[in-house]
């Protein structure tokens, strides 16, 4: 009771007419420093479904995480059971410092229609969309896909909450910011949010209200909840759908349009803002916070600069210096990548990551 009431209060609290620019920028930096001040023992819980050859990959994704993070780190990794045993070796050798917990699950889906699910787009990726049904017990979470890098604090995404509205149950990024190059707007065959959809690959969730919403949808005038909607939505749409539960969810925001928090393109930066020239403004300025490496880029040479953070953060010791055993060597990859659009702006892929180890040993040297 408690904590509902605290997570009310929040909500209230930082509902600021967003018309008020200049107020709203100066509160939101405000807000976050209050909100990991004031609970600074709140555990911030991130899953991860993880199939096939992505052991490496998820791995990484999770020491991108350990490395910033401020408040205690819970991880839900999802995985096919022959996996698990090589999860617990690598995760048990962290040196988490006490700050970090793990949960291994297998993979699940409901027994009737296991097998449709499991086919869809790739193996094991709609899991994602039970994860409320699963974690009955977690109020909020932070799903990511496994090629997602942190280039900051957890903590700076998971003030996110704070600011949902009280419709709003979870926050995506756009899938593009340029329409010119936007898959969706130019080849889906369903509904989708907005004017280029979303990207599911970084999704923040109030699951409590998940759970207990009622959506609208073009299946029937009745509202059906979470657990209710899936499987219509996919007996309607599987022969329309490409990019599997993202487009599910999707068509789900479309008709809930105000149940979505859109972040900034600079917490879930792919290859398509910068193959075509620079197109997520917010990243020139402030850099980027975090890095997807969809389709692939971390693992062949279409887009090295990409691949470079990823092998930094990957062969990265905990106990090594940042500056000198991350940064530097980083930049020095990075400059080789300049005959590339993505290279060309290579500074963006630093930026944030600069300021994060700055801010990180100043806290240390605070004790």
Not at 116 to 134: D, G, N, T, V, Y
Not at 204 to 222: A, E, H, Q, S, W
Not at 237 to 258: A, C, R, S, V
Not at 296 to 307: C, I, L, M, S
Request: aromatic share 14%; with cysteine.
């Amino acid at each position: 009771r408690c904590k509902n009431l605290s997570v009310s209060f929040w909500n209230s609290y930082w509902m600021l007419p967003s018309d008020v620019c200049g107020v709203n920028c100066f509160w939101e930096a405000a807000f976050r420093y209050d909100y990991m001040k004031t609970r600074p023992s709140e555990k911030m819980h991130l899953a991860v479904v993880a199939c096939g050859e992505r052991l490496e990959e998820t791995v990484t994704m999770l020491r991108s995480a350990i490395i910033f993070s401020i408040r205690p780190l819970h991880f839900h990794i999802f995985a096919e059971d022959q996996l698990h045993e090589s999860f617990k070796d690598i995760l048990d050798e962290f040196p988490y410092e006490g700050k970090v917990n793990y949960t291994l699950y297998p993979i699940t889906f409901p027994t009737e229609s296991a097998a449709e699910w499991k086919k869809l787009f790739k193996p094991c990726a709609s899991q994602r969309l039970f994860l409320p049904l699963i974690l009955k017990n977690v109020d909020s979470l932070l799903y990511v896909d496994t090629d997602i890098l942190f280039l900051r604090p957890v903590d700076d995404i998971w003030s996110f909450l704070g600011k949902f509205n009280s419709t709003q149950i979870a926050a995506m990024a756009p899938e593009h910011e340029e329409p010119r190059i936007g898959w969706y707007n130019r080849f889906a065959r369903h509904p989708y949010y907005g004017v280029t959809g979303v990207n599911s690959g970084v999704m923040l969730m109030n699951m409590t209200r998940i759970r207990r919403k009622y959506f609208k949808n073009d299946m029937t005038p009745v509202r059906l909840q979470w657990g209710e909607i899936l499987m219509p939505l996919l007996k309607k749409y599987k022969l329309n759908i490409t990019w599997g539960d993202q487009d599910l969810l999707n068509i789900m925001f479309f008709h809930n349009p105000e149940s979505l928090y859109v972040f900034p393109c600079q917490w879930n930066y792919r290859p398509d803002h910068c193959i075509y020239g620079s197109n997520c403004k917010a990243a020139e300025e402030e850099g980027i916070f975090i890095l997807h490496g969809n389709r692939g880029v971390y693992h062949d040479d279409k887009q090295p600069t990409f691949r470079a953070v990823y092998e930094a953060i990957k062969n990265y010791s905990f106990e090594d210096d940042l500056v000198h055993s991350l940064l530097q060597p980083l930049e020095l990859e990075l400059q080789k990548t300049m005959h590339t659009y993505c290279g060309r702006v290579y500074k963006v892929f630093i930026k944030q990551l600069s300021k994060s180890i700055r801010d990180l040993y100043a806290r240390r040297s605070k004790g």
